[in-house]
């Protein structure tokens, strides 16, 4: 029998309780990420750590009320504090599970990597924005080094996808999806076969079209960028819109109001997502559910809602500058994303969505999918689940430290994780403007929480190792709660924010499962739930202290 | 002979509405509307104290709005619409500013006035302006920022008043005729001006009867101009004692002012705010002492800057209006299509940076369409002045170089931090003219020369503290060095003391690792041909070029599935497709361009000009692209290569089955020879027919 037991969700540790609180606020309102990509966030690591020395007091404050140890908290912040300052990258770190290696490439290739596919026979196939795919003959090499390339195709049109199936190799230019074959076998593509062309390209900037991903019934999946800036000629025909293309090459629109749906990703259950990023009509990036008819909210692509094949018809009304929650009860096509990714907090330009489907190769993560970040050169992780038939869950950090900005991922025969990199256009973290990394596992599970579900009045988290109550009792669980406003400007703050109270009602016998109470859970919102100092049994510090669970239904009871 | 009533002007002015003043109406929305700042502002847009105050000493104190320059105001202006205009101000433009002077009067001052004021020429020559369009004209009204003020100024009868031509000159040098400074030069081009005037005044009515010159009527009128007060307005020359007031209730203040009292036609609200406002100076009208924020804000008010600037938490564009502010460069968001706030700009800018940026001079966002103008002298005097008193620091944190000159930036170290190699600064930014590597945020080589060293050094050490700053990374977070290899290590006031020497020396320095080894990007066909995919000025967004080593480049139209272009000599420079997010047109690079769409084609005889779908293309051993594509049942493979005689020599294979005949058509343009001749039927042969074209040019 596991014994309840509960506290408040503002900190009272002995005298300067206003103090403290504020204290707290602040920090809720500030993401906690190691590493560079948080010194892109309104308060750099200083103010964190700052934040952290504070910890201590109230720690030390909290032991004449628990059994907790004074000298296993201390040790704790002071491994929180090593983690946080003494090093850029969490990568950087020895004893980090996972690490990343840089691929060597020709130093005359401009390896912007935009497409990653596995080749059968280990190999890598990789597109790069300048027109060309390369393949990688020895990927897996030691340390990245001695990897022997030669070039397969050339002359393409900034491709931005790369897929292998039934012996070719697939690509999404600019204008079309193009199949790519080396009939003669001497290691060059001499085959571009038109596979899907026809939606417009007006020239404008910004015109990427994405792709393709295959899903299991052999149908291709491409999604258009949004139509941004002026252009030489009007045709922007489902700019914005995600195509399902048939084998035969027949597509047609699925859904629309796309921003710049640069990652593509089918889950298990063959469910098709994307990414979204931030800016005009999104106040945050997302992933989002492509179905049928759904509206994702960029209203640019109300152009094409007159076309015959259009999956949704503009609406009478279209709605503006009202709450996300409200915005979808009025104009029903509208679907905000299952994941939000909170601007900043989790990435500021999500990129590919890869599946983890490497039956637990790569950690404790199969079947979730993993978010690149451009600006912030770093992967986030989302984990989904259904609730009333629809697709939401949550989003966390997963690691940071690449050398350039993330734009594709793809699993290796081995689990290890392929990143590709390009900062063209926009600039990201890191040292390099481009090229071609590898993350590898090393088999010791990070202390994460492993996945957030929505309960009917709470959440409950899954770690991916045991915590004891009193490591629980002993950090705080701070829950704040907002949504955005839809609205044509570029991006925008949280707004509608509560910090509801959250209470720790149960904790599963293997002490991988806490159950969390929260008062007042909101359906439509996002729920950022922020643990300060919880530490493993192991005394592994929680790698990752915050989950943002964007609660678009509440289960029922 | 006239009638009685005619000859004197109604003592009741047309139902024009109360005077329209920007700033007070900004006051009013926001329930200010009978306040003692409401009717300071009135007391200086309605120059109220060009009678009743003096003008004042001290250069930053407060100035009041004078009225237009007439000293060529014959140059300017329609005699029709003098008249009308001094018969009723308010009946000829709603909200007009020009208290009635002549209600009450007989009509004589009128017609004496308008001589007087034709009469005021300049004796400069008419030049005719070029034609405008008038929906360029509404384009561009929308779009630079003239609709920010004229929101609530409605423009009518533009071409009633402004002589032929006269709108342009306006419009190009708004300050000669405007001296007061309200309305802006936003720095028009002739062309820009012409297209203005054009949508604001599209037509141009002949007056009824030519106007004679009265030399003796003029001369009444000059007397009637300085003895009604119009003088104390429009020229400011005499100074004069003020007028005391001594009723808060009579004078222009009455309900209905007395025939010879000013009527501006003021609502009660605004005779409430007068009054209060006037009972705050006293009878002396003493001008209220003003701290420099306050005195801001009331030159802000006055000049409607709140129309596009925000400060202290005010103003910005409405949320009607923000759709119009726009950007050329759109993913800069708001921060490229907005005006920057003004809080703490006494302390941002340089002094005579921000005297320029009065002037509308030295702007640096290019990208936004909504233009800085030219607010006059007077402001570009005081108002900086005023900025300094309100946002400076002191003590500021100095500079790394006062405190230590050993430490101070090094050229060399600043260019490294700012290429590709350091923050990559270049990413983003432009510098000195060269494009960014990506967005094209503003130029960095203007910023020590419009920046104070210690903003600048701030803004870097945190810029999401900033308005400006959000979307620019922080480098030196929490005062410490991002990247401590690179040259200062781990001191970020020197990492940045060394951006801001390079950016100040940028156009004698070598540009930054990321600009300097751009190679140059041309596509060099050597031993194969080069096919490229790429946007093409005259193909189009589909197209595929081939570059032969022979000298003879060739583009195809995947859109359409047809050769499009040919061209001898260099073949195309891949810098804007590689490098450049906005793809532009490429350009041949070669010379003797032509067009190849109709320079052969195959149709089925008897039916309309057919759909062809692009299928793709192969390449052959030796490199060269055959490209195919579908002609109904039919499948074409098209082989194009250049002759040992600079020309074309295309092969076409028809394969599949048809029972239409199958015809060559060709219209090749002039100079283009092509064979074999237009209507040349194919001949199947197992399902095959086969032809080759020869174009030469």
């Known amino acids: ?557 | 002979m006239k009638s009685l009533p005619l000859l004197w002007l109604a003592l009741a002015g047309a139902c024009g509405g109360a005077p329209m003043v920007p700033g007070y109406e900004r006051l009013r929305q926001a329930g200010g509307g009978a306040g003692a700042e409401a009717g300071e502002v009135l007391l200086s847009e309605l120059a109220c104290l060009a009678c009743h105050g003096e003008r004042p000493a001290a250069p930053t104190a407060l100035d009041w709005k004078r009225g237009p320059d007439l000293s060529a105001a014959g140059d300017r202006l329609r005699p029709s619409w003098v008249r009308a205009w001094l018969a009723d101000p308010a009946a000829v433009s709603p909200g007009a500013t020009m208290p009635h002077l002549l209600a009450g009067r007989p009509y004589e001052f009128v017609e004496d006035l308008t001589q007087y004021v034709l009469s005021r020429q300049s004796g400069r020559r008419v030049v005719e302006q070029s034609p405008g369009s008038a929906k360029d004209g509404e384009e561009i009204f929308k779009s630079i920022g003239c609709i920010a003020c004229h929101r609530d100024l409605p423009l009518k009868g533009l071409g009633e008043k402004y002589a032929h031509g006269e709108l342009v000159r306006f419009l190009l040098q708004p300050l000669l005729a405007r001296p007061a400074g309200r309305m802006p030069d936003l720095h028009t081009t002739p062309k820009e001006a012409a297209h203005l005037a054009a949508w604001l005044a599209p037509v141009e009515p002949e007056d009824a009867k030519p106007f004679v010159p009265d030399a003796a009527s003029a001369e009444r009128g000059r007397v009637a101009f300085a003895s009604l007060g119009c003088a104390a307005c429009h020229e400011r020359a005499a100074e004069r004692a003020p007028v005391p007031w001594r009723d808060l209730k009579g004078g222009c203040l009455a309900e209905n002012p007395a025939a010879g009292v000013p009527r501006y036609g003021l609502s009660e609200e605004q005779r409430t705010a007068l009054r209060t406002a006037l009972a705050a100076r006293g009878p002396e009208l003493k001008a209220p002492a003003l701290e420099p924020r306050a005195a801001i804000r009331r030159i802000m008010l006055e000049r409607d800057c709140f129309a596009c600037h925000q400060r202290e938490g005010g103003g910005g564009p409405s949320p009607e209006l923000a759709p119009l502010f726009t950007s050329t460069r759109e993913d800069l968001g708001d921060l490229g299509r907005f005006p920057p706030p003004l809080d703490g700009a006494g302390r941002k800018f340089q002094p005579a940076a921000l005297e320029a940026i009065l002037h509308g001079k030295g702007g640096v966002r290019n990208y936004m369409r909504v233009r800085m103008g030219d607010f006059g002298d007077d402001l570009a005097q005081r108002l900086p002045v005023l900025l300094a008193a309100a946002d400076l620091v002191a003590p500021e944190r100095p500079m790394i170089g006062t405190v230590d000159p050993s430490k101070v930036g090094r050229n060399e170290a600043g260019r490294e931090i700012v290429g590709t190699g350091g923050y990559a600064c270049i990413a983003c930014h432009e510098l000195h003219g060269h494009p960014s590597l990506g967005i094209g945020a503003y130029d960095l080589a203007e910023m020590p020369k419009r920046l104070r060293p210690e903003w600048m050094r701030d803004f870097l050490l945190d810029p999401a503290s900033y308005p400006t700053g959000t979307r620019m990374p922080a480098f030196w977070p929490d005062g410490k060095p991002l990247n401590p290899k690179l040259p200062g290590g781990k001191d970020a006031d020197r990492q940045i003391d060394s951006v801001r020497v390079y950016l100040t020396e940028a156009d004698q320095s070598i540009p930054p690792p990321g600009l300097a080894d751009e190679a140059a990007y041309e596509l060099k066909p050597a031993d194969r041909p080069i096919v490229f995919r790429t946007f093409i000025a005259g193909v189009g967004t589909h197209a595929i070029a081939v570059g032969f080593p022979a000298g003879v480049n060739t583009a195809f139209d995947a859109l359409e599935a047809r050769w499009a272009l040919a061209w001898r000599g260099r073949f195309l420079d891949a810098g804007g497709t590689w490098n450049q997010r906005f793809t532009k047109m490429e350009q041949p690079l070669g010379e003797g361009v032509i067009k190849l769409g109709d320079c052969g084609a195959l149709e089925i005889a008897g039916l309309p000009k057919p759909t062809l779908k692009f299928r793709g293309y192969r390449i052959e051993a030796d490199g060269v692209p055959v490209f195919s594509y579908g002609l109904g049942t039919l499948t074409i493979e098209d082989r194009l290569e250049p002759t040992d005689s600079h020309g074309l020599r295309r092969k076409l294979r028809v394969s599949g089955q048809t029972n239409e005949q199958v015809v060559f058509t060709a219209k090749p343009p002039a100079g283009v020879t092509v064979k074999p001749a237009s209507g040349t039927a194919l001949r199947f042969k197992g399902g095959v027919a086969e032809l080759t074209e020869e174009i030469s040019w």
Not at chain 1, 220 to 231: A, H, I, P, Q, Y
Not at chain 1, 367 to 378: I, L, R
């Open chain 1, 1 to 557: 029998m596991v014994t309840m037991f509960e506290w408040t969700s503002a900190p009272v540790f002995g005298r300067g309780g206003a103090a403290s609180t504020r204290c707290v606020e602040a920090a809720l309102c500030e993401p906690r990420r190691t590493g560079a990509a948080s010194l892109f966030l309104d308060s750099g690591p200083l103010k964190t750590l700052k934040k952290l020395e504070a910890a201590p007091v109230r720690l030390g404050s909290q032991r004449a009320a628990s059994t907790h140890s004074y000298d296993g908290a201390l040790a704790l912040l002071i491994t929180l504090l090593i983690c946080l300052s003494a090093s850029l990258s969490r990568a950087d770190q020895p004893t980090d599970p996972y690490r990343i290696i840089s691929l060597d490439y020709p130093p005359d290739v401009t390896l912007e990597a935009s497409g990653l596919a596995r080749l059968p026979g280990g190999k890598l196939a990789v597109a790069i924005r300048r027109g060309e795919v390369w393949v990688a003959e020895n990927p897996y090499a030691p340390e990245g080094k001695g990897v022997r390339w030669k070039r397969f195709a050339s002359g393409l049109h900034e491709p931005l996808g790369l897929a292998f199936h039934d012996g070719a190799l697939y690509t999404t230019q600019r204008s079309e999806v193009t199949r790519l074959r080396d009939t003669n076998g001497d290691g060059t593509a001499d085959e571009y076969t038109c596979a899907a062309k026809g939606w417009g390209v007006s020239g404008a900037y910004h015109e990427y079209a994405y792709g393709p991903k295959f899903d299991s019934a052999g149908n291709m999946w491409v999604t258009l960028n949004c139509t941004m800036g002026d252009s030489f000629v009007p045709q922007k025909d489902w700019r914005g819109f995600s195509l399902r293309i048939t084998p035969d090459g027949a597509w047609k629109p699925v859904s629309g109001g796309m921003r710049s749906p640069s990652g593509i990703g089918i889950n298990a259950a063959g469910d098709v997502f994307y990414s979204e990023q931030q800016g005009n009509w999104n106040c945050g990036g997302g992933v989002h559910h492509i179905r049928q008819g759904a509206f994702h909210g960029h209203q640019a692509s109300f152009a094409s809602a007159g076309l015959p094949g259009a999956p949704f018809a503009k609406p009478a009304k279209p709605v503006e500058r009202v709450p996300i929650p409200e915005a979808e009860r009025l104009m029903p096509i509208y679907k905000p994303p299952a994941v939000w990714l909170p601007y900043r907090k989790v990435g500021m330009s999500a990129t590919d969505l890869v599946l983890d489907n490497t039956g637990g190769k790569f950690g404790p993560f199969d079947g979730q999918f993993f978010v690149g970040e451009f600006t912030m050169s770093a992967i986030n992780r989302v984990f989904l689940e259904k609730v009333d038939g629809e697709y939401q869950g949550a989003c966390f950090n997963f690691m940071d430290g690449f050398q350039c900005g993330v734009l594709r991922m793809e699993f290796g025969d081995d689990g290890s994780l392929f990143v590709g990199e390009t900062n063209r256009g926009w600039n990201s973290f890191g040292t390099r403007s481009y090229g071609l990394q590898r993350v590898l596992w090393n088999g010791k599970p990070p202390f994460d929480m492993q996945k957030m579900e929505a309960l009917p009045h709470g959440f409950r988290c899954t770690f991916t190792k045991p915590i004891t109550r009193a490591a629980a009792a002993a950090a705080q669980w701070q829950m704040r709660s907002y949504t955005y406003e839809y609205h044509a400007e570029y991006g925008g703050p949280d707004i509608d924010v509560q910090t509801p109270g959250v209470r720790l009602v149960n904790l599963s016998a293997d002490g991988l499962a806490a159950e969390l109470a929260v008062d007042g859970l909101r359906a439509g919102y996002i729920h950022e739930l922020d643990i300060t100092g919880l530490a493993a049994a192991d005394g592994d510090p929680l790698a990752h202290p915050a989950a943002h669970y964007t609660l678009n239904k509440i289960p029922a009871p």
